[in-house]
């Protein structure tokens, strides 16, 4: 079973603040993904890799980051949080696009007052 | 417009009872899963399935592509089934996963 980690769970942060989260997973997954869930719009796809080095933009990308070190970590960043950006974030990784199933991670809960 | 849309959006049964979840979508998929999300907010994949029927356990998905939608059949509810179902396709020609909102089914003991 695919194992995909978090950090942190939940996050108060203020505007104008930077904010930075956290995904790890331990399958050696080459694909990850950074998806948001709000109600009435469900999972959308923030950025997402194809492996170590690469990041890609996915549908809502403005106003985030993302930064893919290696094939373990994945992070999302917000360099100027806005309270539009409370929401929870899931992380997800996968073996192959189109192919394979995603494995996601818990969540992260993020307040931006 | 939503791309992928799902009903019921809500539904409630009792214990014992069969639910049928219908996906819709307007791209062409070239893959299509169905997850679960537990009450607590944690995401499961389901079922894979870009076309044709496949069975797991109490659950049978039956994706027919030239018309754009699939079903999720559950037999025999249980309460723990409890949750929200939702269906996601990888849009062809493209790299993008795409997510419907959701069908919160209730299973009543």
């Known amino acids: 079973e695919a194992a995909v980690t978090q950090s942190p769970r939940n996050k108060v942060a203020v505007t104008g603040g930077k904010v930075t989260l956290s995904c790890n997973q331990t399958?050696?997954?080459?694909?990850m993904y950074w998806y948001r869930q709000d109600t009435g719009h469900g999972l959308r796809l923030i950025h997402y890799?194809?492996?170590?080095?690469?990041?890609e933009k996915g549908d809502i990308p403005d106003g985030y980051k993302a930064s893919r070190p290696s094939q373990e970590n994945f992070s999302l960043i917000l360099e100027l949080a806005t309270p539009s950006q409370t929401s929870v974030y899931f992380c997800?990784?996968?073996?192959?696009?189109?192919?394979?199933?995603?494995?996601f991670g818990p969540g992260t809960r993020l307040l931006v007052l | 417009g939503q791309q992928v849309q799902q009903s019921p959006a809500s539904l409630v049964l009792q214990e014992g009872e069969n639910a049928e979840l219908q996906c819709n979508f307007s791209?062409?998929?070239?893959?299509l899963q169905w997850f679960y999300q537990s009450p607590g907010g944690s995401l499961v994949s389901l079922l894979s399935?870009?076309?044709g029927t496949k069975h797991t356990g109490r659950l049978t998905s039956t994706t027919v592509t030239k018309e754009r939608r699939s079903s999720l059949h559950i037999s025999s509810s249980q309460t723990t089934d409890s949750g929200t179902y939702l269906c996601?396709?990888?849009?062809?020609?493209?790299?993008?996963?795409?997510f419907g909102t959701g069908t919160r089914l209730q299973v009543l003991p």
């Open positions: 890799s194809y492996g170590a080095g690469s990041t």
């Open positions: 791209s062409t998929a070239t893959q």
């Open positions: 997800a990784s996968g073996d192959a696009r189109g192919k394979d199933t995603q494995y």
């Open positions: 399935n870009p076309s």
């Open positions: 996601a396709i990888d849009r062809a020609n493209t790299n993008k996963v795409v």
């Open positions: 399958n050696n997954h080459n694909n």
